[in-house]
């Protein structure tokens, strides 16, 4: 199945569009998205500009970012702690 990514601009298009009364079906049609698709980013990005949902997405991209590096790190001190207990037992405290 092929995922159809929309830029910004062509969402914000799509619910202008969809609020000045085309019909869902027709704009379905002509942004290629299916119905459900459509609500999605309608229930997410009503009432958005294309500034706020550019810094939106810049957001999420940054948050994925950030929890990889949290899990990284957080792997990295576990494993640290299980060598340390290893080495001095009754050293680390146990969470």
């Known amino acids: 199945m092929k995922r159809n990514k929309l830029s910004e601009t062509q969402i914000i298009t799509l619910l202008n569009e969809a609020e000045a009364g085309i019909p869902v ?3 379905c049609r002509k942004y290629r998205v299916s119905t459900a698709t459509f ?5 997410k990005y009503a009432g958005m500009t294309i500034s706020a949902l550019k810094r939106l997405r810049e957001l999420e991209t ?4 950030l929890k990889s590096m949290y899990a ?3 792997l990295e001190h576990k ?3 299980e060598v340390l207990e290893k080495k001095y037992p009754g050293l680390v405290d146990e969470d």
């Open 79 to 81: 494993i640290l702690k």
């Open 62 to 65: 940054e948050n994925l970012r």
């Open 39 to 43: 609500y999605k980013l309608k229930a």
């Open 25 to 27: 079906s027709d704009l």
């Open 72 to 74: 990284d790190v957080s």
